[in-house]
């Protein structure tokens, strides 16, 4: 894409309907902006944390489906593999993606009146999350355990 092309887009967001919003098949673009999340990585943020209590075993690889034993060639190697650690960063960016809505309305109504709508509201998304994370760790689980047993029968 073009400087201008690229300008062009840009200038659309925030523009309902606008002649600049439209490509040349008439469909919208709907650009979705960068996030600007002032926050950094989980890593980071709890570096200390992680490392005195780390989630992973190792020289283990943490993707579930692979758990093969290797040799880190940096302390904080977690998986064994490129392809086991762009795996990973799939599945996390799922598990985000079905996450996310729930946890911005846990958010926004964090502070809401007791016996609110609002209120309801929160309690469904936080519910929500507590069934994804018990589902998530069942199906890591379950490929570990497909894992083993993939590998138990050679
Ligand atoms: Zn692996």
């Not at 201008?4 to 606008?18: E, K, N, P, V």
């Not at 093969?68 to 650690?85: D, I, S, V």
């Not at 598990?95 to 911005?104: E, F, I, P, T």
């Not at 609002?118 to 069942?138: D, I, K, P």
Request: charged share 25%; aromatic share 8%.
């Amino acid at each position: 894409m073009t400087k201008s092309a690229t300008r062009d887009r840009l200038t659309c967001t925030g523009t309902l309907r606008s002649a600049a919003c439209t490509d040349q098949n008439g469909v919208s673009p709907h650009l979705v902006p960068e996030l600007n999340l002032d926050v950094e990585p989980f890593l980071t943020f709890a570096e200390a944390e992680l490392r005195a209590a780390p989630p992973w075993q190792s020289g283990v690889c943490f993707n579930p489906g692979c758990g093969r034993a290797f040799a880190p060639t940096r302390k904080w190697q977690n998986y064994c593999c490129r392809a086991c650690k762009q795996q990973s960063r799939r599945e996390l960016a799922q598990v985000g993606h079905r996450l996310a809505l729930a946890m911005l309305v846990w958010r926004i109504h964090k502070y809401a009146a007791a016996g609110t709508p609002e209120a309801a509201l929160v309690r469904a998304a936080r519910r929500y999350v507590t069934h994804v994370q018990s589902a998530w760790m069942q199906d890591r689980a379950r490929r570990a355990a497909d894992a083993k047993g993939s590998g138990d029968d050679i």
